[in-house]
């Protein structure tokens, strides 16, 4: 199966603050990665798909961007409501997900 | 607005079975892949099988294969997830999500509310 590493495993951050998360694959995936958001005891929720388009309903402060092995999420201005958990996931096989990337207040 | 519903929480002894069922409501159901995804206390998510409704079989991990289930009732627009001889690491939240026809979005977009599953 492919490996999804992401990094790093949590962060802290303060509201307005711009944050980068990373996902690496253990094999080129080409674009076949997505982006979930998993507030704290809440079902994960899509945010980014095939690597950098945004899911409808989703604010335009998340972005996402990368090719083959190397996946970044980027949130421009972190709100309130952004400190949760993230993961990635890739679609090229069988899905896996990476380890997940908590952002909690600084 | 499509919503996908679970079942309520269990609570099994170990070497028991338990069956999760998740109903789509609204929109289409034939044509979608229903995936399975656990996550243990504090831990990240993992895929154990799917299973598209109109096709009718099912693909699961390597690792759940021996003892996963995993069927669809088109009459009823639900799935279920069937886990035989729990084990104490069983105990988790069970989701289903959605992955749509759409070739263009291949990701689950759609999550049910998850299932908590206790065994002990």
């Known amino acids: 199966d492919i490996q999804l590493t992401q990094s790093p495993s949590s962060l802290s951050a303060s509201v307005g603050d711009r944050v980068t998360i990373t996902c690496r694959a253990s094999?080129?995936?080409?674009?076949?990665v997505n982006w979930y958001q998993q507030p704290s005891g809440k079902a994960p929720k899509l945010l980014i798909y095939?690597?950098?388009s945004l899911e409808s309903g989703v604010p335009s402060r998340f972005s996402g961007s990368g090719v083959g092995t190397d996946f970044t999420l980027t949130i421009r201005s972190l709100q309130p409501e952004d400190f949760a958990t993230y993961f990635c996931?890739?679609?090229?096989?069988?899905?896996?997900f990476g380890g997940g990337t908590t952002v909690e207040m600084k | 607005q499509v919503q996908l519903v679970q079942s309520g929480a269990e609570v099994k002894k170990p070497g028991s079975s338990v069956k999760v069922s998740c109903t789509a409501s609204?929109?289409?159901?034939?044509?979608?892949?229903f995936g399975w995804v656990r996550q243990a206390p504090g831990q990240g998510l993992e895929w154990m099988g799917g299973?598209?409704?109109?096709?009718?079989?099912?693909n699961y991990s390597r690792k759940f294969r021996d003892r996963v289930t995993i069927t669809a009732d088109q009459s009823t627009t639900t799935t279920f997830l069937e886990l035989k001889s729990l084990r104490s690491d069983d105990a988790a939240v069970y989701y289903c999500?959605?992955?749509?026809?759409?070739?263009?979005?291949?990701?689950?977009?759609?999550w049910g509310q998850g299932t908590l599953v206790a065994v002990s």
């Open positions: 999500a959605r992955v749509p026809p759409d070739a263009d979005k291949p990701a689950f977009d759609l």
């Open positions: 609204g929109g289409t159901f034939s044509m979608n892949a």
């Open positions: 299973i598209i409704p109109f096709f009718g079989t099912p």
């Open positions: 094999q080129n995936i080409k674009t076949s």
């Open positions: 095939s690597a950098s």
């Open positions: 996931q890739q679609s090229f096989g069988v899905p896996t």
